[in-house]
């Protein structure tokens, strides 16, 4: 079975650039999500769709961050325009479906972004 | 709301050493615990986890237990080897009808040394 792919693995860019990650999750998971993991730091929740519908976006700045899940399979994560605190692994993770509790989540490997 | 303390690193243990990584939570009613553990390069996995109070997660020779009563789920090892150098999270769902949301620790990074 093959896991959650992330594009690309590393990305430099210069403050109020722009920067996109793209995600494809598992076949047949339903649940996306988006995590922000800053050094020394926990994954945050950027943004959780159900099929191609979000249900969570509510630590997401939106003013500078979007993401979209089109048809309900991959997705894009967006920062427009990028600042030095976004410098981070951004990780994308799936599961087979969003209610219940003991749904395990698979994680890609992550884009790590350095803002200079 | 939902939160997770684990114990700050790096650990550096000697090869066959005992591991014990603390880790506490705060939630509401009775959330399912995690630990996911991030080799050097790799994405998150899950390493093990449990559902409801006085369960026993373990794999790969990891182990941990829900503590309710202590609001706990230390990881522990008896006998480390070098390939478990990883960064080790903490994590919980809650037991809700909503949809998951996973809140992880910091991370504990573990160095085992030859």
């Known amino acids: 079975e093959a896991g959650v792919a992330q594009s690309p693995r590393y990305k430099i860019i210069e403050k109020r650039q722009s920067v996109a990650f793209w995600c494809n999750p598992i076949s047949g998971h339903a649940t996306l999500y988006w995590y922000q993991q800053i050094l020394g730091q926990g994954p945050k929740l950027l943004i959780q769709f159900q099929n191609n519908g979000v249900v969570d976006d509510s630590q997401l700045p939106k003013d500078r961050f979007s993401a979209e899940r089109l048809k309900g399979v991959d997705s894009t994560l967006k920062i427009q325009p990028a600042k030095l605190e976004d410098s981070a692994v951004y990780l994308c993770?799936?599961?087979?479906?969003?209610?219940?509790?003991?749904?395990?989540?698979?994680f890609g490997q992550g884009t790590r972004l350095t803002v200079v | 709301g939902n939160s997770v303390t684990q114990m700050e690193g790096p650990v550096t243990l000697s090869e066959e050493a005992f591991l014990t990584i603390n880790c506490t939570y705060t939630?509401?009613?009775?959330?399912?615990l995690f630990w996911y553990v991030q080799y050097p390069g790799e994405g998150l996995q899950l390493l093990l986890k449990?559902?409801?109070?006085?369960d026993k997660g373990s794999n790969k020779g990891f182990e941990a237990t829900y503590r309710k009563e202590t609001t706990s789920f230390h990881l522990e090892k008896g006998s480390v080897q070098v390939s478990d150098s990883a960064v080790y999270f903490c994590a919980l769902t809650p037991l809700s009808g909503g949809y998951q949301k996973v809140t992880f620790g910091i991370g504990t990074k573990l160095q085992v040394i030859p």
């Open positions: 993770a799936s599961s087979l479906a969003g209610t219940g509790w003991d749904t395990e989540a698979f």
């Open positions: 939630a509401t009613g009775y959330p399912s």
């Open positions: 449990a559902t409801k109070a006085d």
